[in-house]
């Protein structure tokens, strides 16, 4: 139980176009959905929060216009790097924390690794 | 502002050579300590979750411990397979459920 995926697991692509990846909930409700960037050797860094029907929460330094997260069920968000640049170059995880009992704990999906040339 | 620092940042282990990874950390009201496995290319899958000073729990040659400063990660008779990058992570008792991770300890055991 808990299984998370995320889609696509990798993607190249050319400077200044955008870039969408989701996060799917496969046998549990999500009542809030994490987006993390990873660089090479480095720890989990929170970008934003999101709940199923809300705006999404921003950390402090994280562009709101640039990574556009959509929540639009139970089971599935979206984060969209909307005119990636060769910066935006890393590995982005989603977590997601089911409904009710033990909501505390976030369950991580697999990664997407994102080239942007 | 949460602080988690894990150490060492890296181990090397001998097959069957017991060790023990420790993180250290300070939160403002503790809703929850966890750990994570991750490998290379991978996201990071769930191992524990601490709750309250004096809380042990295991699985097959892991057992994480918890004090009120810091946690440890103890590794029994390592295998091969247990190679992988272990995460240890805090969350406040606030609403936002939020977690704040540390470097992480690069686990290598030699056959």
């Known amino acids: 139980g808990a299984v998370v995926s995320q889609h696509p697991s990798w993607v190249i692509c050319k400077s200044g176009t955008s870039v969408k990846i989701e996060c799917r909930s496969l046998d549990f409700q999500a009542t809030t959905m994490f987006w993390y960037r990873q660089f090479p050797k480095q720890s989990l860094m929170l970008m934003a929060t999101?709940?199923?029907?809300?705006?999404?929460?921003?950390e402090q330094g994280v562009e709101k216009d640039k990574f556009l997260i959509n929540h639009a069920s139970l089971t599935l968000s979206t984060l969209t790097v909307t005119s990636a640049h060769p910066e935006d170059s890393s590995f982005y995880i989603c977590?997601?924390?089911?409904?009710?009992?033990?909501?505390?704990?976030?369950?991580f999906g697999p990664g997407t690794r994102l080239l942007v040339l | 502002e949460d602080q988690v620092t894990q150490s060492p940042e890296a181990l090397r282990l001998q097959e069957g050579e017991s060790s023990s990874l420790n993180c250290s950390y300070t939160v403002s009201g503790l809703r929850g300590l966890f750990w994570y496995r991750q490998d290379p290319g991978k996201g990071p899958e769930f191992l524990f979750t601490?709750?309250?000073a004096g809380e042990e729990k295991e699985k097959e040659r892991l057992k994480a411990t918890l004090t009120k400063k810091e946690s440890f990660l103890h590794i029994t008779a390592p295998k091969p397979e247990d190679s992988a990058t272990y995460l240890c992570a805090v969350q406040a008792d606030s609403n936002d459920y939020k977690l704040s991770f540390g470097a992480g300890t690069t686990v290598t055991v030699r056959a």
């Open positions: 601490l709750y309250s």
């Open positions: 977590s997601a924390t089911p409904r009710g009992r033990g909501r505390e704990t976030q369950y």
């Open positions: 999101s709940n199923e029907g809300s705006k999404a929460t921003y």
